[in-house]
């Protein structure tokens, strides 16, 4: 008995390191219809009832993923604390990216002045477009895809140098400026 749990168990954290995916233990109390749930009976025919006519009043497409990214963005702004924030998982991606100044795509790190809007190379990895393109550590980047780089912030910047949202190839590299010259 003992080695079918621990065959079992072994099995479920495959299962869970395979697919990313967490098993959350709680106690009855918490996860039923009682005093201090939050998703209690009425609060869950609420929300059902607000998605009824949603989809029926609505002018455009709903997506579900939208409407339960809100429903997240609500819980943990309903806490009232300026430091507590829902983040899904692209606008965590976004929030790294523009939180550490590093983007890989092309092989470089990034970062932008928040006074001038002025992205400059903060670093070239080994073996990268960036690299072979001759890109060199304080280069300034002056314009993606004919957009000015001061124009938009980081994170918008690395979607236009990935391609997103437009026609521009993803790791195309972008227009350098280098002492005082152009590249």
Known sequence: MIGTLLISWTGI???CLATNSQILITNKESADDGEGAVLDADTVSKINELTAYTKLYYYDDIEN???????????????GDKYSVYYNAEDYQALQISTTG????????LSQDKDTMVVTVNKIYEGTPSESAGLLKDDVIVSVDGTEAA???????????RGEGNDCPSGDLPSVYRGKSFL
């Open 13 to 15: 954290n495959v299962a």
């Open 65 to 79: 993923e939208k409407l339960q990214d809100g429903l997240y963005t609500g819980l943990i702004d309903g806490l």
């Open 102 to 109: 590093q983007y890989y795509g092309i092989g470089a790190g």
């Open 151 to 161: 124009s938009m912030e980081l994170s918008e910047l690395v979607k236009l140098i």
